[in-house]
Nanobody, 122 residues
């Protein structure tokens, strides 16, 4: 599976962005998908994950109620809608894929996209 993330940019606090992740491969619907982020000087952290059929979603506490992960299996796409953005959301955001079961642990994801920069100004 190859992943290509896009949609990052510069936005003011309180604004919104939608990140997209395009996947290649014939079995996209067999992969759980996740979004992770890495802020400057910090380790990469889990943001959100979605199961293979989209029926289950998980979020880190700091983004609950503000971010929404979704997927479109026929289009081989996963999205992260980010609302009410805060300066602390500034980071490089990565999409990742894991065969079968959805998890939140970074180490369990097998495939990674290249990352897209999100910068939130105060």
């Amino acid at each position: 599976v190859q992943l290509q993330a896009s949609g990052g940019g510069l936005v003011q606090a309180g604004g919104s962005l939608r990140l997209s992740c395009a996947a290649s491969g014939r079995t996209f619907s067999s992969y759980a998908m996740g979004w992770f982020r890495q802020a400057p000087g910090k380790e990469r952290e889990f943001v959100a994950a979605i199961s293979t059929n989209g029926g289950s979603t998980y979020y880190t506490d700091s983004v609950k109620g503000r971010f929404t992960i979704s997927r479109d299996n026929p289009k081989k796409m996963v999205y992260l809608q980010m609302n009410s953005l805060k300066p602390e959301d500034t980071a490089v955001y990565y999409c990742a894929a894991r065969y079968s079961t959805v998890v939140t642990a970074e180490s369990q994801y097998e495939y990674w996209g290249q990352g897209t920069q999100v910068t939130v100004s105060s």
